[in-house]
């Protein structure tokens, strides 16, 4: 499976951006699907995850209520909806795919990712 995220910009505090994710190569229907972030001089961290079927979500406490992770499969895209943007925010997105069927948030348990698209909040 191929990952290619896509989205990301500039964006003012308080805005939104929607972020993407499509595979290719290999249909994800079968993968759980997470965004993680990293800002510069930061560990890598978990954003977001979405079960197969996209029943169930879960968001790090950082980013619960402002964004919002969805799924369309028979297009094979991931979005990551994020609003009321800040400045701590900035980071490189990345998405990921699992085979595990439940939630996973530990970056080691995703087999497959994406190069990743930069996010920048400006105060």
């Known amino acids: 499976v191929q990952l290619q995220a896509s989205g990301g910009g500039l964006v003012q505090a308080g805005g939104s951006l929607r972020v993407s994710c499509v595979a290719s190569?290999?249909?994800?229907?079968?993968?759980?699907i997470g965004w993680f972030r990293q800002a510069p001089g930061k560990e890598r961290e978990f954003v977001s995850a979405?079960?197969?079927?996209?029943?169930?979500?879960f968001y790090a406490n950082s980013v619960k209520g402002r964004f919002t992770i969805s799924r369309d499969n028979a297009k094979n895209m991931v979005y990551l909806q994020m609003n009321s943007l800040k400045p701590e925010d900035t980071a490189v997105y990345y998405c990921?795919?699992?085979?595990?069927?439940?939630?996973?948030?530990?970056?080691?348990?995703?087999?497959?990712w994406g190069q990743g698209t930069q996010v920048t909040v400006s105060s």
């Open positions: 990921a795919a699992s085979s595990q069927s439940m939630i996973v948030t530990r970056s080691g348990l995703y087999t497959y």
């Open positions: 190569g290999h249909s994800f229907r079968g993968y759980t």
């Open positions: 979405i079960t197969v079927s996209g029943g169930s979500t």
